[in-house]
């Protein structure tokens, strides 16, 4: 069997949802488990009523919920027929959940309200592609993910229970009376049956941990570019695919911010040893990308850019040295608050490192590093990484900048720079 993960962009509207079909239909003879993510921008919109919910803004919160239901009673209204009234009925179910919530008045975290609404985004979305589906003969079987993803309580950023997950996908799949199963990305439950998400952009997780218990065959992401590029070609033009890469590379890829593919997704993948490809769901023909354990030789020039990010200068106070136990409770901080620096550069009395600009994080790390350090930050740079660089590489991409920080190892070289050069 196969696991197929559509994400936003590829059932973003009804002529893709139709793409979707053919692409299913072409593939269905192998076995399909189909994992496909919330329409479009949906979940940036949920968020939007979350945090309105939470703010205390009822109105606003069902306000802005209205537009997203009535942008997926319209995508049903116009691609079904026969299916219109059990989809009709499902999404009625799903919308009276948040609403009722949204009735109440918030007396937990955020991060639980946040889960609670925003999962709807991925269930209102398999709900109409899996009755499409059906509509169109591809007999398809809708799964709520929630019955089958076991998680932690650690809510936006939920951890997998596997022995629970493999159990409950073990009992509920069956591939030999079924084809074509499909569910949601990016969500579980908790023990309690409290919804739970993975984090943004987790529906490539939960694929993999699809295609690793279900023993799969290969993982496909089908997304709306060609493949995995060795830049951002809005910001790169001269940017080109890469047909070939091993898993290490698309780790490191990952990790210094390129957003190809979700970064927890390649470890369940090569525990199984499974590859992943990566293709163009508008045309099917072209050979995408191929992530397997082979190492790829002669690989390009890898560019990956970060915005907004933070420099932090941190000076000891008594000007005594920067050692061992001043890094472990700055390490520390970072642990306390969950912040990973991007670059950090360690100097006999002071140390310089940057991290993303979230603003609630930067402040705390600002505060608490001041107990130990003298603290000075610059906002507004960019972090730019060159994976197998070479020396023209670096020289054409960094001959203008105003560097403040850069670091070069035998395979990375990383530069951190102001925007608009300044005196
Ligand atoms: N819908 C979620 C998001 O936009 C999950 C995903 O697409 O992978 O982050
Ligand atoms: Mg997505």
Redesign the pocket.
Known sequence: MKVFKF??ASVQDIERINKVATIVRENQASKLMIIV??MGK???ALEKVAEAFFENNKERALELFEIVKQQHLTTAKYLLVTHYNPCYSQLNDFFTEVEWLLHDVPVREYDYYYDQIVCV??LMSTCIVSNYLNEVGIKTNWLDVRDLFRTDNNFRDAGINWVQTTHAINETIDFNTQNVYLTQ??MGATIDNESTTLG?????YTAAIFANILNAESLTIWKDVEGVMNADPKHFPEAQIIRELGYDEVIEMAYYGAQVI?PKTIKPLQNKGIDLKVKCFLDSNLPGTVISKKKAKNLPPIYVVKQTQVLFLLTSQDYSFVGDELIISLYNIFKEIKIKPNLIQTGAVSLQLCVDDRADKVELLASKASALFDVQIEKGLELLTIRHYSDDSIDQLTSTKNILLSQKGTETFQALYRLVSSK
């Open positions: 994400g936003g993510s919330a949906t979940t940036n985004g991925e990305g990016f943004r952009e987790g529906s490539d979700h």
